[in-house]
């Protein structure tokens, strides 16, 4: 299996753009996560799906962001408009049914 | 909230010499992540354990769900083991979203 497969890898975009990022996560696995790494505030949990279905979004920071699962094999993670405060790194993971995680390589996101 | 707590932050060690990184948390949980991240790099889940002691080569982690304490061993550290060592907790297994430790940068010198 390729594991959790994201893309971008890198993207720079001006303030106010709009900013889509895309996750496959491992075929056969029932949870997917997006978390965000920042120097300040290091690994925090965006929102997470269980079998598509949103579970938790409260870590999601305001409303320009939006996440979706529309099938088992593809999760969006949306910014509209971006801040610069959004630039970090942006992880995907996903699981089987509470097992180990497996994360994807991240998108780096520099919003200027 | 459960409150994760690392120690050291930072740790410089010769090659060769036992390392070992601290996990502390606030509430119970129903499993404990070790992940590694290389500098740029991904993140790779080392263990996932809920008790005792898993080993994985050089690698040995922890439990002690009484006292909320985890530890990450490395033996025989080599330059390679150089990375952010970070330590996770899910209240349901990883079922749930994890919270994370600030990390524990490891440099390991020749």
């Known amino acids: 299996d390729a594991g959790v497969i994201q893309s971008p890898r890198h993207e720079v975009t001006e303030m106010g753009q709009e900013v889509t990022l895309r996750c496959k996560p491992i075929?056969?696995?029932?949870?997917l996560f997006w978390y965000r790494q920042t120097m300040m505030r290091g690994l925090e949990l965006l929102i997470y799906?269980?079998?598509?279905?949103?579970?938790?979004d409260s870590g999601m920071p305001e409303d320009r962001f939006s996440a979706k699962m529309p099938n088992a094999s593809f999760s969006t993670l949306k910014i509209q408009p971006s801040e610069p405060r959004d630039s970090a790194v942006y992880f995907c993971a996903s699981s089987f049914i509470a097992g180990e995680l497996f994360f994807g390589e991240g998108s780096r996101l520099t919003v200027l | 909230k459960n409150e994760v707590e690392q120690s050291p932050q930072n740790l410089t060690a010769q090659e060769g010499e036992f390392i070992t990184i601290n996990c502390s948390y606030s509430?119970?949980?129903?499993?404990l992540h070790w992940l590694q991240q290389h500098p740029g790099g991904g993140i790779v889940s080392l263990f996932m354990?809920?008790?005792g002691k898993k080993k994985h080569g050089r690698l040995i982690a922890t439990i002690n769900i009484q006292e909320k304490h985890s530890s990450l061993h490395i033996t025989a550290s080599h330059p390679r083991d150089s990375a952010v060592y970070i330590c996770?907790?899910?209240?349901?297994?990883?079922?749930?979203?994890?919270?994370f430790g600030k990390g524990t940068h490891l440099i390991i010198q020749p």
């Open positions: 509430v119970g949980i129903s499993a």
């Open positions: 354990l809920s008790s």
């Open positions: 075929s056969g696995h029932n949870s």
């Open positions: 799906f269980n079998n598509n279905v949103p579970i938790d």
């Open positions: 996770a907790v899910s209240s349901r297994g990883g079922a749930d979203g994890l919270t």
